[in-house]
């Protein structure tokens, strides 16, 4: 590493050399494949602090904190002071469960009363907590803990993030209107200039047999990375969706015969969401992509969340009708973390259950986690549908769920999203050709 400047205040890394070790650590983790967890801390209301201490106060509160993050978890990860009352955390060799857990002890630490000359406080943060993705760069990556970090603190502070885990933005108010705008534009620039992409991530069976892949779209404008949390919301208010939606079929159709004529038949997934099925065009726009794709229906399925298949309206009830009708198959998505009835399950005519990562992820130390998937692969399997767990990230998961009895994996364990040659690369690799 290139010599680190330290911050006087704290002793840490300061804000240039954080970003230089971001970089250097990004790198090592793409040479030898292992994971890299970035922590982004953020001080609860620090504009009081200061108000009420003065800046001396608040350096030594500062001080304090960064003295607490050193104690617990110095040799774990590296720790910086990336902004005035920000601090970050690196980690190489920390998935996303570790990752949560170190998260959770420096939210301990620093809720520990303080003592400031007579005044006895408690300071909580808010966090973010971001996983290395593929192909992603430093800066994007410490940009998603940024933003996760951004609405812990939007959500109330006192808490931490996950990123890829938050809640519905738009809808809860936590991305502001002039990011919508700024995320509405660059969509916008993407779907005239060529800058969506699908990846696609395999499912598997316990034998390695493939069963489907799921198209997840990328999109990228002047060469910068957007995530799929930061623009479906934004896609999803703005009517934008639509738009997405159909290049989304579009592709995914075309991919599908593309594999099939590669003698690499697989299925392929397809995510849909609420404002589509919400559109009397949508059934339209199927019939269309898979007509226009020459391609089998029974090649081409559709993931809803469970929320969508309960929609009662005349739209949603009539496209679901129709998609059944054309032969395409429907999957839940992200099944448990939404707030279904389970009564109406039994109506729903979906074949595939996806039970959502969250479940998957505490896996498989946490009992209680264990009897809530148990239940719910048997009741898939009662209602005949092919029961998948999505986010399997370790060796350990995809064993508690080969003996629960799950039919299939998706996750990081076996592959990552990937682009189309990648994808072929990696199915002619497992001789995954027709066989059947
Ligand atoms: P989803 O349908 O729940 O997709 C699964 C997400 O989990 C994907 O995130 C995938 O990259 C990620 N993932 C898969 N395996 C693992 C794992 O082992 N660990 C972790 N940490 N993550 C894993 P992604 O690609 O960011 O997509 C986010 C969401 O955006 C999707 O959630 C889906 O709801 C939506 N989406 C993506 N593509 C499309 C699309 O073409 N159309 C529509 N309507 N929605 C899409
Ligand atoms: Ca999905």
Same mark, same amino acid.
């Given at each position: 590493?290139?010599e680190?400047?330290?911050?006087?205040?704290?002793?840490?890394?300061d804000?240039?050399s954080?970003?230089?070790?971001?970089?250097?650590?990004v790198?090592?983790?793409?040479?030898?494949?292992?994971?890299?967890?970035?922590?982004?801390?953020?001080?609860?209301?620090?504009?009081?602090?200061?108000?009420?201490?003065?800046?001396?106060?608040?350096?030594?509160i500062i001080?304090?904190?960064?003295?607490?993050?050193s104690?617990?978890?110095?040799?774990?990860?590296?720790?910086g002071?990336?902004?005035?009352?920000?601090?970050?955390?690196?980690?190489d060799?920390?998935?996303?469960?570790?990752?949560?857990?170190?998260?959770?002890?420096?939210?301990?630490?620093?809720?520990?009363?303080?003592?400031?000359g007579?005044?006895?406080?408690r300071?909580?943060?808010?966090?973010?907590?971001?996983?290395?993705?593929?192909?992603?760069?430093?800066?994007?990556?410490?940009?998603?803990?940024?933003?996760?970090?951004n609405?812990?603190?939007?959500?109330?502070?006192?808490?931490?993030?996950?990123?890829?885990?938050?809640?519905?933005?738009?809808?809860?108010?936590?991305?502001?209107?002039?990011e919508?705008?700024?995320?509405?534009?660059?969509?916008?620039?993407a779907?005239d200039?060529?800058?969506?992409?699908l990846?696609?991530?395999?499912?598997?069976?316990f034998?390695?047999?493939?069963?489907?892949v799921? %198209?997840?779209?990328?999109?990228?404008?002047?060469?910068k990375?957007?995530?799929?949390?930061?623009?479906f919301?934004?896609?999803?208010?703005?009517?934008?969706?639509?738009?997405?939606?159909?290049?989304?079929?579009?592709?995914?159709?075309?991919?599908?015969?593309?594999?099939?004529?590669?003698?690499l038949?697989t299925?392929v997934?397809?995510?849909?969401?609420?404002g589509?099925?919400?559109?009397?065009?949508?059934?339209?726009?199927?019939?269309?992509?898979i007509?226009?794709?020459?391609?089998?229906?029974?090649?081409?399925?559709?993931e809803?969340?469970?929320?969508?298949?309960?929609?009662?309206?005349?739209?949603?009830?009539?496209?679901?009708?129709?998609?059944?009708d054309? %032969?395409?198959?429907?999957?839940?998505?992200?099944? %448990?973390?939404?707030?279904?009835?389970?009564a109406?399950?039994?109506?729903?005519?979906?074949?595939?259950l996806k039970?959502g990562?969250?479940?998957i992820?505490?896996?498989?130390?946490?009992?209680r986690?264990?009897?809530?998937?148990?239940?719910?692969?048997?009741? %898939?399997?009662?209602?005949g549908?092919?029961?998948?767990?999505?986010?399997?990230?370790t060796?350990e998961?995809?064993?508690?769920?080969r003996?629960?009895?799950?039919?299939?994996?998706?996750?990081?364990?076996?592959?990552?999203?990937?682009?189309?040659?990648?994808?072929?690369t990696?199915?002619?690799?497992?001789?995954?050709?027709?066989?059947?």
């Open positions: 590493m290139t680190s400047k330290i911050d006087p205040t704290t002793g840490l890394l804000r240039y954080c970003l230089q070790l971001a970089a250097e650590l790198d090592l983790a793409v040479e030898n494949d292992q994971p890299l967890a970035v922590l982004w801390i953020d001080l609860d209301r620090f504009k009081q602090i200061n108000e009420s201490f003065g800046y001396d106060g608040g350096d030594n001080s304090v904190v960064a003295d607490r993050l104690e617990r978890v110095k040799d774990k990860v590296k720790i002071r990336i902004s005035a009352d920000e601090f970050i955390c690196l980690g060799n920390l998935d996303i469960e570790k990752a949560e857990k170190l998260g959770a002890e420096i939210m301990r630490a620093i809720e520990l009363p303080l003592t400031m007579d005044f006895k406080i300071l909580t943060a808010s966090m973010g907590i971001a996983v290395l993705e593929p192909e992603e760069s430093a800066s994007e990556f410490l940009e998603r803990a940024d933003w996760s970090k609405t812990a603190k939007k959500l109330g502070g006192n808490r931490y993030v996950i990123s890829g885990s938050e809640l519905v933005p738009s809808h809860m108010g936590i991305i502001n209107a002039r919508e705008l700024e995320v509405e534009y660059l969509l916008h620039t779907l200039n060529g800058g969506l992409q990846h696609y991530q395999p499912i598997l069976d034998k390695g047999n493939v069963l489907s799921e %198209g997840l779209m990328r999109c990228t404008v002047n060469g990375n957007i995530p799929p949390v930061r623009f919301p934004v896609a999803e208010v703005s009517g934008l969706i639509v738009r997405l939606g159909e290049w989304s079929l579009l592709q995914g159709t075309r991919q599908a015969l593309h594999l099939s004529k590669a003698g038949s299925t997934s397809i995510n849909v969401s609420r589509q099925l919400s559109d009397v065009r949508f059934a339209q726009a199927l019939h269309a992509a007509i226009l794709a020459s391609v089998k229906p029974q090649l081409i399925e559709l809803l969340s469970e929320s969508l298949f309960m929609d009662d309206s005349d739209v949603v009830q009539t496209n679901l009708r129709t998609i059944r054309m %032969g395409v198959s429907l999957a839940i998505d992200n099944f %448990g973390t939404g707030f279904s009835c389970l109406n399950l039994k109506d729903i005519p979906a074949t595939k039970l990562r969250a479940f992820m505490a896996l498989p130390e946490d009992r986690a264990m009897s809530v998937v148990k239940a719910m692969v048997q009741l %898939g399997k009662d209602l549908m092919t029961v998948i767990a999505e986010g399997v990230e060796k998961q995809m064993e508690a769920l003996e629960l009895a799950v039919d299939g994996i998706q996750g990081y364990y076996y592959a990552k999203p990937m682009d189309v040659d990648t994808l072929s990696w199915l002619t690799d497992r001789g995954a050709h027709e066989s059947k």
